[in-house]
């Protein structure tokens, strides 16, 4: 049976229709004052980028209020001690632009902020987000291009707050259990996830 494919602009509207009501009109051109307190909330989000050959998506996570409204246009966005691979970096450096995806836990609705984003050391700048009194060395600063509330449904469908839904993490193996499969060698899985609880006590700022 051949595929079903929709190839253009044309083909997507007239399969599945247009905006309608609240949802054509919500995108702002800056943060108001609800946005701005639903980041000074958010301790997780997850940041699109992209190249002229591929996307990414990387998940950044601090206390809630991490990511800092410096105007109702720009956004300072702290970066941690991570593995270097810098692959949001790296993407920033070809193609600047940016989508944003801000999550509060309990919360159903989620912000979504798309714009343009450069990588600073300003010390100065960073030094505000300090955690356990270690600045960061680098971040990014995002000038926005458009910011809206996005609806509900997808949480509710997953019910991903809702702690009777959360697995038994013995169904799933650990990340030494994994990485032994990955790359063999004789690797220890109980020491690989004994060295990882380790950074992750010592070494998350």
């Given amino acids: ?47 699109a980028t992209a190249t002229e050959t591929g996307a990414d998506a990387s998940p950044k996570g601090d206390p809630p209020g ?13 970066d941690r001690i991570g593995n270097n691979r810098v692959d949001t970096f790296r993407n920033l450096l070809i193609n600047p632009h940016v989508g944003i995806f801000f999550l509060v836990p309990g919360m159903n ?26 600045a960061p060395k680098q971040g990014m600063i995002v000038e926005i291009d458009e910011v809206y509330m996005h609806c509900a449904k997808s949480m509710i469908r997953s019910k991903l707050w809702e702690a009777d839904r959360h697995i038994d993490r013995k169904s799933f193996p650990s990340i030494g259990e994994i990485y032994a499969d990955r790359f063999g060698g004789g690797l220890d899985p109980a020491e690989i996830d004994r060295q990882t609880a380790k950074k992750h006590k010592e070494h998350l700022y």
């Fill in 109 to 134: 609705e989620t912000l979504r902020v798309n714009g343009h984003a450069r990588i600073i050391t300003d010390e100065a700048l960073l030094a505000p987000c300090a955690v356990n009194g270690r």
């Fill in 1 to 47: 049976m051949p595929e079903m494919t929709i190839e253009n602009e044309d083909e997507l509207r007239s399969h599945m229709g247009y905006p309608e009501g609240r949802a054509a009109i919500k995108e702002m051109p800056r943060l108001d004052r609800h946005s701005r307190h639903f980041i000074s909330l958010c301790p997780f989000i997850v940041m």
């Fill in 66 to 78: 991490f990511v800092k409204a410096l105007d109702d246009k720009t956004l300072l966005i702290p």
